[in-house]
């Protein structure tokens, strides 16, 4: 069984950082690419960031490019998001997710296997 725990997320004014973490744990965390979502209130599930199994390849919503860094650390079961220079509308539920089987990352929520349960970020302006 996968279970991924998502920490970090709270209050945080306008152009403030945080810096969000997910901890994996029931299988080979290095076989997964990983990537973070988020949901606001009424709106759909959004990607916001996928890194590789190794690390070596990263991919950003255009929403985010710039002011947000994903990173993993593979000895230790974990993906990390970096945000700064955080908005309002970056305000959100953020989860972290698991994709095994396959070096793409995507997108697309339904490609992905493992969800964490979310952890609530708030920006106010």
């Known amino acids: 069984q996968v279970q991924l725990v998502e920490s970090g997320g709270g209050l945080v004014q306008a152009g403030g950082s945080l810096r969000l973490s997910c901890a994996v744990s029931g299988r080979t965390f290095s076989s997964f690419v990983m990537g973070w979502f988020r949901q606001a209130p009424g709106k759909e599930r959004e990607f916001v960031a996928g890194?590789?199994?190794?690390?070596?390849?990263?991919y950003y919503a255009d929403s985010v490019k710039g002011r947000f860094t994903i990173s993993r650390d593979n000895a230790k079961n974990a993906v990390y998001l970096q945000m700064n220079s955080l908005k309002p509308e970056d305000t959100a539920v953020y989860y972290c997710a698991a994709r095994t089987n396959t070096v793409i990352i995507t997108t697309r929520a339904r490609d992905y296997d493992y969800w964490g349960q979310g952890t609530q970020v708030t920006v106010s302006s």
């Open positions: 890194i590789s199994r190794s690390g070596g390849s990263r």
